[in-house]
C-alpha cells in the first residue's frame, strides 16, 4: 500500500506564504504523478496542482496559477505546493493524492482517478 503524508498547514494573513510538503511511502512507483486537492467548507473537494514524477511538468488549477507552484524530490519521494499571495479563498484542508497504480492521463485534474489520499493538512488564510 502508499501512505501519505501532508505537512506545513497552519494559519496566516492574507497575502501571506505556506509551503505544504507530502511525503509518500510505500509502493508509489508505479504511480506517474502526485498532486495536491484542497476541500474548504461546504465545498467538494478541488484539484489544485499536479506534478509528473519524470519531467517535473505540472499542471495548476487557474484559481491558483501564478500564485502556487508544485514541485518534486524524487529522490525523497516528496511533493511540495508553496503557496504565495493567499487568499482567504484558499482556506481549505489541502490533501495529496497519487492515482491508481499504472495509471496516466494528460489530464491531472481527473479527480476520479486518484486512489490513494493523505490525512490532510489545515490551511487557513485570515483577511
Known amino acids: 500500500q502508499v501512505q501519505l503524508v501532508e505537512s506545513g498547514g497552519g494559519l496566516v494573513q492574507a ?10 511511502s510505500g509502493r508509489t512507483f508505479s504511480h506517474y504523478y502526485m498532486s495536491w486537492f484542497r476541500q474548504g467548507p461546504g465545498k467538494e473537494r478541488e484539484f489544485v496542482a ?8 505540472s ?3 487557474s484559481s491558483v496559477k501564478g500564485r502556487f507552484t508544485i514541485s518534486r524530490d524524487n529522490a525523497k519521494n516528496t511533493v511540495y505546493l508553496q503557496m504565495n499571495s493567499l487568499k482567504p479563498e484558499d482556506t481549505a484542508v489541502y490533501y495529496c493524492a497519487l492515482p491508481r497504480d499504472g495509471y496516466y492521463s494528460s489530464d491531472l485534474a481527473y479527480i476520479v482517478a486518484y486512489k490513494y489520499w493523505g490525512q ?4 487557513t488564510v485570515s483577511s
Not at 497575502?15 to 509518500?24: F, K, T
Not at 499536479?50 to 511538468?57: A, K, P, Q
Not at 490532510?120 to 490551511?123: F, I, K, L
Open 50 to 57: 499536479g506534478i509528473r514524477w519524470s519531467d517535473g511538468g
Open 15 to 24: 497575502g501571506g506564504s505556506l509551503l505544504l510538503s507530502c511525503a509518500a
Open 120 to 123: 490532510g493538512t489545515q490551511v
Open 59 to 61: 499542471q495548476y488549477a
